[in-house]
Nanobody
C-alpha cells in the first residue's frame, strides 16, 4: 500500500524559512514534486525532482525554494527561504510511478506579513 506523509508546515513571518518533508512508502517513485493550493485558487505546481535529481521550479519560487530528495530514505524535501505572504497555501506532495500518481494529505504553510 502506498503512503505519502508530509510534515514541516507551520506559521512563519515574512522573510522566514520552513522545510517540508514528504516520506513515501510502498513503492519506488520516479518523479516527485510539490504542489500548493491557496484559498480560492487552483492547485499549482511548485517544483518537481526526478529520481536522478533533475529539478524544475515555478517562476514564482525560483531562487527561494530548493527541492531535493534522499532516495535511500524515499523522502523528498522542500526548503523554502524568503517566504512571502503569497506563499500561504496547503502544500501537497505528489509522487509518480510509470502508471499513476499519488498525493499526500497536505500540510498548511502560513506566512504572516
Amino acid at each position: 500500500q502506498v503512503h505519502l506523509v508530509e510534515s514541516g508546515g507551520g506559521l512563519v513571518q515574512a522573510g522566514g524559512s520552513l522545510r517540508l518533508s514528504c516520506t513515501a512508502s510502498g513503492t519506488i517513485f520516479s518523479t516527485m514534486g510539490w504542489y500548493r493550493q491557496a484559498p480560492g485558487k487552483q492547485r499549482e505546481l511548485v517544483a518537481t525532482i526526478t529520481r536522478i535529481g533533475s529539478t524544475n521550479y515555478a517562476d514564482s519560487v525560483k531562487g527561494r525554494f530548493t527541492i531535493s530528495r534522499d532516495n535511500a530514505k524515499n523522502t523528498m524535501y522542500l526548503q523554502m527561504n524568503g517566504l512571502k505572504p503569497e506563499d500561504t497555501a496547503v502544500y501537497y506532495c505528489i509522487a509518480y510511478t510509470p502508471l499513476t500518481s499519488y498525493w499526500g494529505q497536505g500540510t498548511q504553510v502560513t506566512v504572516s506579513s
